[in-house]
């Protein structure tokens, strides 16, 4: 039930559990049919080495973990509190917050909680890209394209590799498996 989720977060919150063993990054997202486009958040976090937390407890086997959970801002607004007021004592680094809809409120107001944490807001449609992205001066969100959740993970790895060097190392490599197909000079395109 949700009241039992919100214990478990206040819980974890409390535990001050050694930050090795919590989650790095917090993915959400309004409804399980934001799902298809969130993936491509996992894609990446996986792409770049990161495993999927399920059990907050359980020393995970990757140095760089991520957890998923549906919170959404006007069906769970207490879950959304309750995520965002307690994502920085539960060990998270960056949220990846993604809404669809023209009410797309929850990478917003998760922002606004989590304060100062970062949120990097996916719109799931175009049509949530401006409920994502117009925050009042003060209240700052990270935001990509409509569905361009992939990009948004990188964003959260950019931030974390600013402390962790190895990440920064992964990025860099998988930023040159990019340039594969990509002619380096008006030489390549006329042999
Ligand atoms: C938003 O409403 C969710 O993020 C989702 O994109 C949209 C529709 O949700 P469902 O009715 O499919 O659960 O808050």
């Known amino acids: 039930t949700v009241e039992s989720l919100i214990d478990r977060l206040r819980a974890e919150a409390d535990a001050d559990a050694d930050p090795e063993t919590t989650p790095d990054v917090g993915i959400i997202m309004g409804s399980d049919s934001d799902l298809d486009v969130m993936c491509g958040a996992h894609e990446a976090l996986d792409e ?9 407890t359980d020393a995970p086997d990757a140095r760089f973990t991520y957890e998923t959970y549906v919170v959404s801002a006007h069906r769970t607004p207490d879950l959304m509190y309750a995520y965002g007021q307690t994502a920085m004592d539960r060990g998270l680094d960056v949220i990846i917050a993604g809404a669809g809809g023209k009410s797309a409120d929850l990478p917003n107001m998760t922002a606004s909680i989590a ?5 990097v807001g996916v719109p799931v449609q175009e049509k949530s890209v401006d409920s994502v992205i117009g925050m009042p001066t003060g209240a700052p969100i ?6 361009k959740s992939f990009n948004a993970a990188l964003s959260a790895v950019q931030m974390l590799a600013r402390e962790h060097d190895v990440l920064e190392d992964r990025l860099l490599e998988y930023h040159e498996s990019l340039t594969g197909g990509v002619a380096r000079d008006s030489r390549d395109l006329h042999d």
Do not use: K, M, N, S
């Open 48 to 56: 770049l080495g990161f495993e999927e937390q399920t059990d907050f």
């Open 115 to 119: 304060y100062p944490l970062p949120v």
């Open 142 to 147: 990270v935001a990509v394209d409509a569905g």
